[in-house]
């Protein structure tokens, strides 16, 4: 169990509707990340966050926005879903921002987009 | 951030060591070699990591060539637990990728009982 946890673990819904993925970090870490995993692309970077401020974007769509609160956890907000967008979405948690610090990943949300 | 090659699939017998490879000859000398593991079903996790040194955790340990051009994971006796896809990744603390981790494709690991 790597302490990061994520909300729900299973997703299906309809092309076209909008959904938010929840993720809450280890006790005491301030940066979390999300990640997609698709059987085409592998497991891809989305966005990070680190105390409450959007730190770095990747191959996020437009159609997909992220917050992280003031308790830390986060959210990620996939809208105008397409089937494309089916996928594992983990989001994992560090200490600090900085790149040689340990991810934990949380166990994932599996979205299915019909 | 610098490219890494990995065998697609490597195949072991449980209770024997394994040696997974890792070539990056476009390493800058900044660049640290982290290693990550994604079980079946599971988000990914870590493994170990380097910068020149050969390194042991109770995971596994890091063999970091000379030139460190290649590196090598080293599971001293597999078990069924290990099956797993492993990600080789370099991480660059000055680069511009700020706190991601960029994944290829990794050396998906069978273990026969």
């Known amino acids: 169990d790597s302490g990061v946890t994520q909300t729900p673990k299973h997703l299906i819904t309809a092309t076209g509707q909008r959904v938010t993925l929840r993720c809450s970090p280890r006790?005491?870490?301030?940066?979390v990340y999300w990640y997609q995993q698709s059987l085409d692309q592998g497991l891809q970077f989305l966005i990070q966050?680190?105390?409450?401020?959007?730190?770095a974007k990747g191959n996020i769509l437009e159609r997909f926005s992220a917050q992280q609160f003031p308790d830390l956890h986060s959210e990620l907000n996939l809208s105008s879903l397409e089937l494309g967008d089916s996928a594992l979405y983990f989001c994992a948690s560090s200490v600090g921002p900085i790149l040689q610090e340990t991810q934990y990943f949380g166990p994932g949300t599996r979205l299915l987009v019909l | 951030d610098a490219k890494t090659t990995q065998p697609n699939s490597m195949e072991s017998n449980e209770e024997e060591p394994v040696h997974l490879p890792c070539n990056h000859s476009t390493i800058s000398g900044t660049d640290y070699i982290h290693w990550y593991r994604q079980l079946p079903s599971q988000g990914p996790e870590y493994v170990i990591h380097g910068l020149t040194s050969n390194v042991n955790n109770r995971m596994a340990s890091l063999a970091i060539a000379e030139d460190r051009k290649s590196s090598t994971l080293i599971l001293h006796r597999a078990t069924l637990r290990d099956a797993a896809v492993y990600y080789c990744?370099?991480?660059?603390?000055?680069?511009?990728?700020?706190?991601?981790?960029?994944f290829g494709k990794g050396t998906k690991l069978s273990v026969k009982p």
């Open positions: 966050y680190y105390n409450g401020e959007e730190r």
């Open positions: 006790s005491g870490d301030l940066s």
């Open positions: 990744i370099l991480r660059d603390p000055d680069g511009g990728s700020q706190g991601n981790l960029i």
